[in-house]
């Protein structure tokens, strides 16, 4: 797989300061978290009480306030030659830098990472200035994803499919939801994972937790599980879902297996560059309603996806921002009945000018485990 080069994140530092300037913006300050990361390949050490930010003006040069015992390694990122430097040590006040290259009436977009103590000191020293949510103010700064991270989210699918593929073969019947969220884990890294994020298994009445965390519940024969698993490989996400039986399905269950299988395949097929993202959740729910449980799905279709798990732009109602080619979203829609099963299928998916394709491929069937 290419790396990301420095004239990759010196695009990307110019398009942040013309979405900015766009927007109405005197700049982006960007805190340590997945945004630092996509602008200049940097994850400090986490210490909440040392500032390190990156202002990205609509009109000048990147700079970064750094600790200078963080300076040697700020300085050879991959980004590192489109970004100006300037160190504060213990001791000294450093929100007075970091204010420095601030206009004391600016209006900035501020990473939603960024920790409350900082951003109240940048307040108290520019008490005209305005901070506004990243978020918020340019929710697609990080949305269409270019070749290179569309690669990586593809491989990461692939290395979910793999797990997936695999913990069919484990036992189910008689071991521990934990015990089966151990096997994802290990399978997870084994095929190339960095980080496990979560490993959701809910087995029979917990499936009807859409987030339930894998507890000392024993599987037994004739339950539903739902299985929601992913993590980071190579800094971009991976998250899918499939849905499995211990023996075989009663007829409602497979019903109501079926309908979700439908609904998925339903927002599938919406996707197309120029939809709203709404329509994606309204193509999904439109079928569950339809057959009668639209009171038991009980959450959006879908969320995006790349650096971080969820990220804009997010498929739910309400949401009328154009779809545009390259963005990665989750479709996921489900059925949960509380206090007896869960049902959920989950791809991520790329938009594209012929449609949408999938970056999960297993099997959506249902799946008999033993």
């Not at 400090?44 to 000048?60: H, K, Y």
């Not at 999904?284 to 790349?306: K, N, P, Q």
């Not at 009945?337 to 938009?351: K, S």
Request: aromatic letters at 6%; one cysteine or more; glycine letters at 10%.
């Amino acid at each position: 797989m290419k790396q990301i080069t420095p004239d990759h994140f010196a695009e990307r530092l110019r398009r942040g300061a013309a979405n900015a300037k766009a927007a109405g913006f005197d700049g982006l300050l960007i805190a340590p978290g997945a945004d630092l990361a996509y602008f200049a390949d940097y994850l400090p050490i986490a210490t909440t009480e040392r500032i390190t930010l990156l202002v990205i003006p609509s009109d000048g040069d990147p700079t970064m306030i750094v600790p200078v015992l963080e300076h040697d390694s700020a300085v050879t990122t991959r980004a590192a030659g489109a970004i100006r430097f300037v160190d504060w040590s213990d001791g000294t006040d450093e929100y007075l830098p970091t204010a420095a290259l601030l206009a004391p009436d600016g209006r900035y977009a501020i990473s939603d990472a960024t920790w409350a103590m900082h951003l109240l000191g940048l307040q108290q020293k520019l008490p005209d200035a305005r901070f506004e949510s990243i978020s918020q103010a340019l929710p697609l700064l990080r949305a269409v994803k270019s070749d290179d991270e569309i690669d990586r989210l593809a491989a990461a699918g692939a290395a979910a499919d793999a797990t997936f593929e695999d913990i069919l073969g484990v036992r189910f019947a008689g071991r521990t939801e934990n015990e089966v969220a151990a096997d994802l884990a290990r399978l997870l890294r084994e095929h190339g994972h960095s980080q496990v994020d979560f490993t959701v298994v809910g087995s029979g009445p917990n499936g009807a937790n859409p987030h339930h965390e894998a507890g000392d519940r024993t599987i037994e024969e004739g339950d539903m599980v739902v299985l929601d698993f992913g993590g980071l490989m190579d800094g971009y996400g991976s998250d899918t879902t499939r849905t499995v039986h211990v023996g075989e399905p009663t007829d409602e269950e497979h019903e109501a297996f079926e309908i979700v299988k439908r609904a998925q395949q339903a927002a599938f097929e919406a996707v197309a560059v120029g939809v709203a993202c709404q329509e994606i959740d309204r193509a999904a729910r439109a079928v569950i309603a339809e057959a009668g449980y639209g009171e038991f799905f009980i959450h959006r279709v879908g969320h995006g996806i790349g650096m971080t798990t969820h990220e804009p732009p997010y498929m739910v109602e309400g949401e009328e921002r154009p779809i545009e080619a390259g963005m990665c979203f989750s479709i996921e829609p489900g059925i949960y009945l509380p206090g007896r099963f869960g049902v959920r299928i989950e791809d991520i998916v790329v938009a594209a000018d012929d449609g949408a394709h999938r970056l999960n491929n297993t099997s959506r069937e249902l799946h008999i485990v033993h």
